[in-house]
T-cell receptor, first 113, second 113 residues
Framework: DTAVSQTPKYLVTQMGNDKSIKCEQN?????MYWYKQDSKKFLKIMFS???????INETVPNRFSPKSPDKAHLNLHINSLELGDSAVYFCASSPRGGGNTIYFGEGSWLTVV | SQQGEEDPQALSIQEGENATMNCSYK?????LQWYRQNSGRGLVHLIL?????REKHSGRLRVTLDTSKKSSSLLITASRAADTASYFC?????????????FGKGTHLIIQP
């Protein structure tokens, strides 16, 4: 039983394309996140989202947009992909926001060529 | 800027030895958490220590917290090959906008058989 699942696991695409990564959690959590992990393993929060509020990290380009059709899903859309977008993207969830334990998906490896 | 910094960046020890990793952070916290990431996988929560706690144990894991020095340590006793992974400390940091855990760059631990 996968708690936080994201697809695809691997994605190779060309510069300028638009792509999406889907995420679903079956934990009943209120808050979901997207994190980006670069080649040096530095993990950076991109968004946090609950039923009421989307909070965007101020450094995230507006080419990135999260979309939540319902409480259990938070998809990540990326427009006009750039080489620097290549990274591993992790979806995660927690029972509440703030400093609570976070449950991560297995990651989506995005390579922009 | 990132909240937590792990030290050392990499650590290689023999199986059966103890491994100690350190984490320093910048601002006041409610709690500090440690996570493990196996190669190619998502992060998994290991242990949470609250700001009013000084030490916590979970199996072979021992975590200490010194709020006066803004530092924490993770000790893994009697290490096993399966402990080979990257270990991250995480604290809540809201300064960048998104309300969620902020991770350091991690300590890459290698257990040699």
């Amino acid at each position: 039983d996968t708690a936080v699942s994201q697809t695809p696991k691997y994605l190779v695409t060309q510069m300028g394309n638009d792509k999406s990564i889907k995420c679903e959690q079956n934990l009943g959590h209120d808050t979901m996140y997207w994190y980006k992990q670069d080649s040096k393993k530095f993990l950076k929060i991109m968004f946090s989202y609950n039923n009421k509020e989307l909070i965007i990290n101020e450094t995230v380009p507006n080419r990135f947009s999260p979309k939540s059709p319902d409480k259990a899903h938070l998809n990540l859309h990326i427009n006009s992909l750039e080489l620097g977008d290549s990274a591993v993207y992790f979806c995660a969830s927690s029972p509440r926001g703030g400093g609570n334990t976070i449950y991560f998906g297995e990651g989506s490896w995005l390579t922009v060529v | 800027s990132q909240q937590g910094e792990e030290d050392p960046q990499a650590l290689s020890i023999q199986e059966g030895e103890n491994a100690t990793m350190n984490c320093s952070y910048k601002t006041s916290i409610n709690n500090l958490q440690w996570y493990r990431q196996n190669s190619g996988r998502g992060l998994v929560h290991l242990i949470l220590i609250r700001s009013n706690e000084r030490e916590k144990h979970s199996g072979r894991l021992r975590v200490t917290l010194d709020t006066s020095k803004k530092s924490s340590s993770l000790l893994i006793t009697a290490s096993r090959a399966a402990d080979t992974a990257s270990y991250f400390c995480a604290t809540l940091y809201s300064g960048g906008g998104a309300d969620g855990l902020t991770f350091g760059k991690g300590t890459h631990l290698i257990i040699q058989p």
